[in-house]
């Protein structure tokens, strides 16, 4: 992928199939939804916090003054703990810095994330974890668009793609995001997973948690 957003021809290469990936996803037979939801939100967030510290080197203040994905789409930062809550621009480490302390946030707080067994989550849990979602996808679009060979000089891409196929997929299974969302990478999703993981779909119905 060129830096400056021009789909060049190129095959995204991984190291799990999409298949595999698939079935991983899938909620087990009589397992908890929620649960299967908060395991895996935390172990994204994990997975992309890593990913983003092998590109941390090159995406500072300097090089990066924006949040972006390419020139079309800019990230600003709404602190909602701030008296004026008031969308800022800021630059892309400031962006994720924030972005990754507000999602460890929710994750640390048991209200949302309970740790004891049989402990209810809340009755917009699915809300909370696709607003998480949201924004970890954005961490991922700046990635590719800012930072992509550098990656591939690292020989990290099929680490990334592995990884951002892994989130993607999961995603779709469990209607995490909205393809408005993910737009910004739409020809990437299409090249690794397929076109109809950029389509909307009903969302599904949910087993009881």
């Not at 004026?84 to 707080?109: G, H, T």
Request: overall charge negative; glycine content about 4%.
């Amino acid at each position: 992928m060129a830096e400056h957003g021009r789909k060049a021809k190129h095959r995204f290469a991984s190291f799990v199939s999409t298949e595999e990936l698939q079935e991983a996803v899938k909620l087990p037979k009589g397992g908890n939804v929620n649960h299967w939801l908060a395991t895996h939100c935390v172990d994204f967030f994990n997975i992309t916090n890593v990913v983003y510290g092998s590109v941390t080197e090159f995406c500072t203040d300097e090089l990066c003054p924006v949040m972006s994905c390419g020139k079309r789409y800019e990230y600003l930062w709404k602190d909602k703990k701030g008296s004026s809550r008031r969308a800022v621009k800021v630059s892309a480490p400031q962006y994720i810095d924030l972005l990754m302390n507000w999602a460890e946030e929710q994750i640390n707080n048991e209200v949302i994330f309970p740790t004891e067994e049989g402990d209810p989550y809340p009755e917009d849990f699915h809300i909370i974890v696709a607003n998480i979602f949201k924004k970890l996808f954005r961490v991922y679009s700046h990635i590719y668009y800012s930072h992509f060979s550098k990656i591939k000089q690292l020989n990290e891409e099929p680490h990334i793609n592995t990884a951002f196929k892994h989130f993607m997929l999961f995603s779709y299974e469990f209607r995490l995001l909205d393809p408005a969302d993910t737009a910004p990478l739409s020809f990437l999703i299409t090249d690794l997973i397929g076109e109809k993981y950029t389509t909307p779909l009903v969302p599904p119905s949910m087993p009881p948690s």
